[in-house]
């Protein structure tokens, strides 16, 4: 595998009482060291983030005609005009999703009218397209600073002889980054690309760093399916890339602080403060064969959220539970697929996805949920301390775009 560092100049500075739950029979991780099952955890010295936390979603809507926020308690606040969305779009409001009206310039991913995808931007009522794609070139993901202008996004195209992949990260503001080289480039023979998950900056927002995972391509899976290896982190000042989880860490998430990470290893969900690397886990329930996946580190580094299950959806056999613990190793919370039923109002034969924390009077999980049968899908709100779930929205299947800060 080819690994090319390129570092622009404009980046280069640029509840309920319970037990505990007892570790898994693997044992603790010695930082900086393999453990039994091959997963290696590194600690960091970067300091801890600030928590900015969200206050809507933004989705599409059926019968809209673009991108809505959606408040706390489900209300529709505003829309953003797009045109045409990509599927499994991601977006990102480069402002408060408190100001008024469309005045906050929202990017996101869309599609023009013979299918090439586009980097755009809405504000004031005008799409404006930053940067159109050829057909070789799949966007993997796009992230942003909460309420900046700052986006990253990654890309895989395949090479023209099939005998590997391209894959590339690109970092910047968003009325700029058309033209900006790819801080990292990797060539692989491999079926694996890189996908981005967090701007690091420091105390003037400014981007200093950039947290990567690398992800398997061309291989499909149900909704309990969500393969990742690995934690590694860009230091745009020195250009050097690090390893902060092994390849042999199943990475799942990293909280918003950027100080907690959670990844997956035979069966157990781990979590650790990635300045001592000492972890806690949480074994998968007696009886279920698939997950952890899905995992959600909560703000203020006090919740974490994951899925386990058994089947599966293809036959029709899947059966899953929504599980919730704190970072001091207790259980608060598991909710089975039948929980969600009711308050979706989409009847049996659903299934969900947590897709991540919001503010609300508690912090709440959101998770959406479709019906295959009925092809409806709506967001819920789990609210972990009272162990009530509510609806948020109908939405597009797939309708989830990403969150707004205020």
Known sequence: MKNTLLIPLLFLFLLSACAPVSSAPTGPITPGQESAVGCRVTPHEYARLGNSIPMGVLASIPGSPGLSLIWRDGTSLKTWQTGTLAGRMNAHLAGSGNDEGDTVPLVFLGMDANGLSQLKVSLNGETTVIREFPRSVTVTNLIGIPTLPVIAYSTVESFADGTGLRSQVFLGDYQSIASANPILSIESSDPQIIQVVAIYRDVNNSPTGLWYTYAPWGIGGDSLTDPHAGLFFIDLASGKSLEFLSMGCNFASLSVSQSWAAWESDGVLYAADLHTAEPISFSRLSGYDRGPV????????????WMEGKGSEYDGTLDTTLRVGTLERYLIGEYPLTAFIEPSGLGEGIVI?????????????????????????????????????????EVNREGFAGFAYP
């Open 353 to 393: 996805t947590p897709l991540g924390w919001m503010a609300s009077e508690n912090y709440n999980l959101v998770v959406a949920a479709y019906n295959a049968s009925t092809e409806r899908a709506v967001l819920l709100s789990v609210d972990v301390n009272a162990g009530k779930i509510t609806l948020l929205s």
């Open 294 to 305: 899905h995992a959600f580190l909560g703000p203020g580094d006090g919740y974490l959220a």
